[in-house]
């Protein structure tokens, strides 16, 4: 059992950083896959980030890319998303997830994840 818990959330203005934290009890992180999704008022839970077993392969939804990086530390069991270049539409509750799986095609896929947190809010003004 691997329970996660959400941090860093916030109200930034357009173009403004967030560094969100993902602290795991229960169990090493080092045999899971980790992602970040989020769900905005009115839609589905949508991927976002992830980060493979190795610590070093990461996939992004391309909405993301060049703006967001995921990592994690082993050590202290806990898995970032640094958010820079915000903007409004990145406004969403974000979610913490963790799989076993270590086919990069499932990362995308919310249902392949086992554990989950609470979440963050992300609030965007423009």
């Known amino acids: 059992q691997v329970q996660l818990v959400e941090s860093g959330g916030g109200l930034v203005q357009a173009g403004g950083s967030l560094r969100l934290t993902c602290a795991a009890s229960g169990r090493t992180l080092n045999t899971y896959a980790m992602g970040w999704f989020r769900r905005a008022p009115g839609k589905e839970r949508d991927f976002v980030a992830a980060?493979?077993?190795?610590?070093?392969?990461?996939y992004y939804v391309n909405s993301v890319k060049g703006r967001f990086t995921i990592s994690k530390d082993n050590a202290k069991g806990t898995v970032y998303l640094q958010m820079n270049n915000l903007k409004p539409e990145d406004t969403a509750h974000y979610y913490c997830?963790?799989?076993?799986?270590?086919?990069?095609?499932?990362?995308?896929?919310?249902?392949?994840?086992?554990?989950w947190g609470q979440g963050t809010q992300v609030t965007v003004s423009s």
């Open positions: 997830a963790a799989t076993h799986s270590y086919d990069s095609r499932t990362y995308v896929d919310s249902s392949w994840y086992i554990f």
């Open positions: 980060l493979a077993q190795d610590g070093v392969s990461t």
